[in-house]
């Protein structure tokens, strides 16, 4: 699946160099994140940016692809041992910040519900580039306790002005474990808001 979903992503994008009908942007927002799932979650905010491509198919259908910087993760009360093997099992005394960096390449389909107003959905393939968590003990790396490849099911709703500026609220319902561990088992769920700009608005 994950072969599939970057191959898709990458012909698109090289599809859409080549075809006139394609319109190109940039997207940015905030983000509410967790780990349903894993012990003591709670959510932390993130943010998201990239650049976006979509290919009219007919008059109310879209397909899309996205090239997403994302800061996820979740906010908890770690053991020091997560990051810091030699210094025993002690945990803070507050939450901290668990901070998964994401290149996110979704894939979506969307349909325009009435004029300006759409709907979307598809799959989204995650690379995790990087994962620390920052104590007063200092910053750890905790990368290797996480799988490199995250599959996730994005579902949201948008609405774009004539002049190319729109809006976005979508949910990322992770598909997969995040954990190497088989006996820690955690999905990413992302709540996104933001706002993008498409240099040349699909009509």
């Known amino acids: 699946m994950k072969k599939y979903c970057i191959f898709f992503a990458v012909c ?29 979650n709670n959510s932390k905010a993130g943010f998201y940016g990239g650049v976006t491509a979509e290919l ?3 008059k109310k259908f879209r397909i899309a692809a996205e090239l997403v910087y ?10 020091f041992s997560d990051w810091a093997p030699n210094d025993g099992y002690r945990e803070t005394g507050k939450k901290e910040n668990m901070n998964l960096s994401y290149i996110n390449l979704p894939v ?7 004029k300006k107003l ?13 994962a620390k968590v920052k104590t007063s003990q200092g910053t750890g790396n905790i990368k290797d306790h996480y799988e490199s490849f ?3 099911w994005p579902i949201g709703i948008g609405y774009q002005l004539k002049n190319g500026l729109g809006a976005n609220f979508r949910y990322n319902l992770g598909l997969t474990n ?9 999905h990413n769920s992302v709540v996104q808001l933001g706002v993008f700009y498409c240099l040349k608005p699909v009509k």
């Open 56 to 58: 009219p198919v007919g």
């Open 178 to 186: 995040v954990y190497k561990e088989a006996f820690y088992k955690a």
């Open 12 to 40: 698109f994008f090289l599809f859409a160099t080549v075809n006139a009908q394609v319109s190109f942007g940039a997207k940015a927002g905030g983000a509410i994140t967790s780990l349903p799932g894993d012990d003591d």
């Open 118 to 130: 759409y709907l979307e959905t598809g799959l989204q393939a995650g690379l995790l580039i990087s």
């Open 150 to 152: 995250d599959l996730s």
């Open 70 to 79: 994302a800061l996820q993760g979740n906010k908890k009360r770690i053991r």
């Open 108 to 114: 979506l389909l969307k349909y325009e519900v009435v």
